[in-house]
């Protein structure tokens, strides 16, 4: 799939802050997806270990690695963006970035995201040396605080990974992904109640995986960190009060000393940074019912789109452009399968939020 076009595998959505809703679409939809329902699925949260990770955060955020990864973003210059960036196409050695990913009938898209950012960068950085996909399987078994089949957070995996580590997954790697991907394209959130009661944590290798034990499997990052502002969910899952904490994030840091406060622009030119030097990142947003029905072209949310939220989801952005009429757009794989939109991309000119933009450094 190397050297493949802008418009084959990725989906394309809108980056305005706020969304511009509106009641045109130049995408065409799918017969597949679910109506708007209620999916109050909770997870249990620690708050101790949820506070570990944003001790954690913090440390990266102040090491001298991050630091150097601010300065060289802000070096960089605005007029060496182009109009059009597909990671694809800058590295065509990494395979794992064009690789469209099926979640099936389990919530793993944090998980999946995570993983695919792992691969994608851990390729860019060794140069096409390391071209195996990290396992999403590990994250999603393993990782008690990164969430489980109802859903989850991205940075808390790619903190799982820096510090755990991850082992090589796909069909032929250490950990393979075990979850149904019949039910559907998408599949809907009510199956995910029985993919919950299978998910474990197996600390082996499947049989026909002979290159390394479990554990001599690992691949480590040295820090993870957001780019977007966000919090994190500090208190208990059943706790009565609800304790919520800033995470340190670059375009934070940046906002920090711009007078005035960034503009949509910048904060937009400073995402492209970060794609274009270092590689993809997850970017999370609310899911209206339209966009499960998604199938080809760029995706516009109707007018009132925020009454029609099914679910919170997170994909791997890769990429930029602008539509016919001038309008931004970015370039994201989903993980729904090749049979889900552009064969598993998303081109929107409308993304109601983005969020996260988690991604990791070696």
């Given at each position: 799939?190397?050297?493949?076009?802008?418009?084959?595998?990725?989906?394309?959505?809108?980056?305005?802050?706020?969304?511009?809703?509106?009641?045109?679409?130049?995408?065409?939809?799918?017969?597949?997806?679910?109506?708007?329902?209620?999916?109050?699925?909770?997870?249990?949260?620690?708050?101790?270990?949820?506070?570990?990770?944003?001790?954690?955060l913090?440390?990266?955020?102040?090491?001298?690695?991050?630091?150097r990864?601010?300065?060289?973003?802000?070096d960089y210059?605005?007029?060496?963006?182009?109009?059009?960036?597909?990671?694809?196409?800058?590295?065509?050695?990494?395979?794992?970035?064009?690789?469209?990913?099926n979640?099936?009938?389990?919530?793993?898209?944090?998980?999946?995201?995570?993983?695919g950012?792992?691969?994608?960068?851990?390729?860019?950085?060794?140069?096409?040396?390391?071209?195996?996909?990290?396992?999403?399987?590990?994250i999603?078994?393993?990782?008690?605080?990164?969430?489980?089949?109802?859903?989850?957070?991205?940075?808390?995996?790619?903190?799982?990974?820096?510090?755990?580590?991850?082992?090589?997954?796909?069909?032929?790697?250490?950990?393979p992904?075990?979850?149904?991907?019949?039910?559907?394209?998408?599949?809907?959130?009510?199956?995910?109640?029985?993919?919950?009661?299978?998910?474990?944590?197996?600390?082996?290798?499947?049989?026909?995986?002979?290159?390394?034990?479990?554990?001599?499997?690992?691949?480590f990052?040295?820090?993870?960190?957001?780019?977007?502002?966000?919090?994190?969910?500090?208190?208990?899952?059943?706790?009565?009060?609800v304790?919520?904490?800033?995470?340190?994030?670059?375009?934070?840091?940046?906002?920090?000393?711009?007078?005035?406060?960034?503009?949509?622009?910048?904060?937009?030119?400073?995402?492209?940074?970060?794609?274009?030097?270092?590689?993809?990142?997850?970017?999370?947003?609310?899911?209206?019912?339209?966009?499960?029905?998604?199938?080809?072209?760029?995706?516009?949310?109707?007018?009132?789109?925020?009454?029609?939220?099914?679910?919170?989801?997170?994909?791997?952005?890769?990429?930029?452009?602008?539509?016919?009429?001038?309008?931004?757009?970015?370039?994201?794989?989903?993980?729904?399968?090749?049979?889900?939109?552009?064969?598993?991309?998303?081109?929107?000119?409308?993304?109601?939020?983005?969020?996260?933009?988690?991604?990791?450094?070696?």
């Open positions: 799939m190397e050297g493949m076009s802008s418009t084959s595998l990725t989906s394309k959505v809108k980056s305005d802050f706020p969304c511009r809703t509106t009641s045109s679409c130049s995408a065409k939809f799918n017969k597949f997806g679910v109506k708007n329902r209620s999916y109050g699925f909770k997870y249990t949260r620690n708050s101790t270990a949820v506070r570990e990770v944003m001790e954690q913090q440390t990266f955020f102040d090491s001298d690695a991050m630091k990864h601010i300065q060289e973003l802000a210059p605005e007029s060496s963006l182009p109009t059009h960036f597909d990671a694809r196409l800058k590295w065509p050695h990494c395979p794992s970035i064009s690789r469209i990913p979640q099936g009938g389990c919530g793993s898209c944090y998980a999946v995201a995570a993983a950012v792992a691969s994608d960068r851990a390729c860019i950085h060794s140069n096409g040396t390391f071209r195996a996909s990290l396992s999403e399987e590990d999603l078994g393993c990782c008690e605080v990164c969430g489980n089949c109802y859903g989850g957070d991205p940075l808390k995996a790619l903190v799982y990974w820096v510090n755990q580590g991850v082992v090589t997954g796909g069909r032929d790697g250490c950990r992904y075990s979850f149904d991907i019949s039910c559907g394209v998408p599949c809907s959130p009510q199956t995910f109640f029985e993919a919950e009661k299978s998910r474990t944590c197996i600390k082996r290798c499947q049989n026909i995986y002979y290159q390394n034990r479990y554990d001599d499997d690992k691949h990052a040295s820090l993870a960190y957001s780019l977007y502002p966000r919090s994190m969910t500090i208190t208990d899952s059943d706790a009565k009060d304790e919520r904490a800033k995470v340190p994030t670059i375009i934070g840091h940046f906002n920090s000393t711009a007078n005035p406060p960034l503009s949509l622009e910048q904060i937009r030119t400073i995402l492209k940074k970060e794609i274009s030097l270092y590689g993809p990142t997850t970017m999370a947003f609310p899911v209206p019912e339209e966009f499960l029905h998604y199938s080809t072209g760029v995706f516009r949310p109707a007018e009132g789109f925020q009454s029609r939220i099914v679910y919170w989801h997170v994909v791997r952005l890769i990429g930029w452009g602008q539509d016919d009429d001038g309008s931004h757009y970015w370039l994201a794989v989903n993980s729904f399968g090749e049979h889900w939109g552009d064969s598993g991309e998303k081109r929107s000119t409308c993304c109601p939020r983005i969020l996260c933009g988690d991604a990791i450094l070696w």
